[in-house]
């Protein structure tokens, strides 16, 4: 198998499960969900780059094939970017699930009366 | 470099260097804190319209971050349109501030000023970049600040609305590294200038996938800007925030907006092989549905806020079946009515703001209750507003909409544009009226849970600023009107713009 192939899959793969988990209808899934796509998009954005091994990143006088550094510096930033993301739905679904008594993401009454069904 | 040519990147830096030190002196100096985040929006003031006066002579100005040169350095650009989105961005983040310190809004959470301040951050930088991931940033600068500033002084309705509107905005965000990431794989460059010249020289097989990218970056802008079928976010979202900070929020629709006006002829204008125009054909339906979809919310609309936010959503629509036509007679008369239309926005949200502060009990619903204090003045200014926002004389929305049926007129169209814009307007007035007569003109005897409560008067100031400002816009429409023609100039004659950043003309 070569490496597209594999990364391709890793993408593909990541992606699914991420939006069936941003489709689900509890706040944690859906924080889950969104963990997955972030994943799925910083490999994507590194691919962009080109798939290449064993070059360095940086340019000299010596090196005349290197790797694409760009990408990586990007897939640095958009790290960064969504740590802080996932960080702030975690606390917001916290603080909605003390507030509201549900993890449902609507937090409608009708959900926590479904909650408190189900805890029967 | 002169002192005069660094002022471009003055709207960026000064938020954010009064924002950190609003947040260090907020906790035991409280007044330096909100003094210093005024000085803030006034400076930014001062420095927008220092640009606008700098971009009078047609040039198009470069900011070479660090010094490292484009393609490869991350530029600013100062064009027209940028000049005019910073003044509108920091008029109306004065006018909000004022409301929020007035109406003591600030005093309900600890970090109101800072979070403000790396709003306009965001909004200003997005303006200005010329650099694609660099629009990236600057987007989550300020959406990570608006989500703060939407959650600001908390409460249950607006948590659940926001749980939505941060996973939506992060779900936006990816698709929009997906998309940028497409084009750096396709063109090899970020930086939307050498975008444009490598997009024109792509070979026949990579056509699909920029056409792809194309879409998608559109669909992302299209989200921000809540263009349907992607607007579901906005009215939920708007309506639950507290009011002045959904003021401040008008211009976060038109920031998709001014993306898609910037990118869209740029990139991928007439050169860009199968991503010509790409989005075009989607656009135009779906900002005329937009704006159906708006007014009808106004019409449904069950307190003024949600009204307010039914209202911005529609009137999005309405400025965007002007530029989708991307003609550039409808752009001038698309860029004339952008401002008005943030403006008039924030105007009726603030409004509301005024209502629901004197109606304990009541707020701002749309039902009738006892007589509240003010109301006479509550009242003109609601129905100031209201004019503004649906567009009928003598306020500047009668100028904007004429000017984009004015525009737009013998277009193939036509009709369509005519049809929606003449139609929704007549949708809004009904919804207007009906609020209005309810709460101005119905009252009920005050029963023992109701009592009227007196603010004072001093949160009338802002809105009254508002509705000032589309007075003036409409006095002032002819030298307005030039401004847009002009910045609609450079927009259509993308050759230009790139002239500016990459003056070798090479890559």
């Not at chain 2, 930086?191 to 026949?204: E, F, I, K, Q, W």
Request: glycine share 10%.
């Amino acid at each position: 198998m070569s490496l597209e192939f594999l990364v391709a899959t890793a993408i593909g793969a990541l992606t699914a499960g991420g939006i069936y988990l941003c489709l689900r209808a509890r706040t944690f899934q859906v924080v889950l969900g969104l963990t997955l796509l972030s994943y799925a998009v910083n490999l994507f954005l590194f691919a962009m780059g080109r798939l290449i091994v064993d070059r360095p990143p940086l340019w000299s006088k010596t090196t005349t094939e290197y790797a694409d550094p760009l990408p990586q510096a990007l897939v640095l930033t958009a790290i960064v970017i969504t740590f802080g993301m996932t960080a702030l739905a975690v606390t917001l679904a916290l603080r909605s699930f003390l507030e509201s008594g549900t993890d449902q993401v609507d937090g409608s009454a009708e959900a926590r009366a479904i909650d408190e069904e189900a805890k029967r | 470099m002169s002192a005069a040519s660094h002022l471009i990147i003055a709207p960026v830096l000064i938020p954010a260097v009064v924002a950190p030190f609003a947040l260090l002196v907020m906790r035991r100096r409280r007044r330096v804190g909100v003094a210093l985040s005024l000085f803030g929006c006034v400076a930014m003031l001062a420095a927008a319209i220092a640009l606008m006066a700098q971009a009078q002579d047609d040039a198009i100005r470069v900011y070479a971050i660090g010094g490292w040169q484009p393609p490869f350095g991350i530029v600013l650009v100062l064009a027209r349109l940028a000049a005019i989105m910073l003044v509108l961005a920091a008029t109306l983040a004065t006018l909000v501030m004022t409301h929020a310190v007035v109406t003591g809004l600030d005093r309900k959470g600890w970090h109101f000023h800072p979070m403000f301040q790396f709003q306009l951050l965001g909004l200003n930088g997005a303006f200005l970049t010329g650099d694609l991931f660099n629009l990236f940033v600057f987007f989550e600068v300020l959406l990570i600040a608006s989500y703060g500033l939407m959650l600001h002084g908390q409460g249950t309705a607006r948590l659940k609305a926001g749980v939505h509107y941060v996973v939506i905005n992060i779900v936006g965000s990816t698709l929009f590294l997906i998309a940028m990431g497409l084009l750096y794989g396709l063109t090899g460059t970020l930086n939307m200038a050498d975008m444009s010249l490598r997009v024109a020289a792509l070979p026949a097989g990579d056509q699909g996938l920029l056409r792809a990218a194309a879409l998608l970056l559109v669909a992302v802008f299209a989200l921000k800007a809540a263009i349907l079928p992607l607007h579901l976010w906005l009215p939920r979202t708007y309506a639950a925030a507290a009011p002045a900070v959904a003021a401040l929020f008008a211009i976060m629709t038109k920031v998709g907006v001014y993306a898609i006006i910037r990118v869209v002829p740029l990139v991928f204008g007439a050169d860009a092989g199968a991503a010509a125009w790409a989005p075009a054909p989607w656009l135009l339906p779906a900002a005329l549905l937009t704006a159906l979809v708006g007014f009808a919310g106004v019409l449904a609309g069950r307190t003024v806020r949600e009204q307010a936010a039914y209202a911005v959503l529609a009137s999005t629509g309405t400025l965007l079946s002007a530029v989708a036509t991307w003609r550039e007679d409808a752009l001038a008369a698309a860029l004339y009515y952008l401002p008005h239309s943030t403006l008039a926005g924030a105007a009726l949200f603030l409004v509301a703001d005024a209502i629901g502060r004197r109606r304990a009990g009541y707020a701002d619903s749309a039902a009738p209750g006892p007589g509240f204090a003010d109301r006479q003045a509550v009242a003109a200014l609601f129905m100031l507003a209201a004019i503004g926002i649906v567009g009928l004389p003598p306020l500047s929305g009668f100028v904007g909409k004429l000017l984009i049926l004015q525009s737009t007129f013998g277009a193939d169209e036509a009709p369509w544009i005519w049809g929606t814009v003449l139609g929704t307007t007549l949708i809004g007035i009904l919804g207007f009226a009906r609020t209005g007569s309810a709460i101005f003109w119905k009252t009920e005897a005050a029963n023992a849970a109701s009592r009227s409560c007196t603010p004072g008067q001093a949160d009338l100031i802002a809105p009254a600023a508002a509705i000032g400002l589309l007075g003036a816009l409409t006095l002032g429409a002819g030298p307005v009107t030039e401004q847009a023609a002009a910045a609609a100039a450079q927009i259509i004659a993308p050759d230009r713009y790139i002239g500016a950043v990459l003056p070798r003309g090479a890559s």
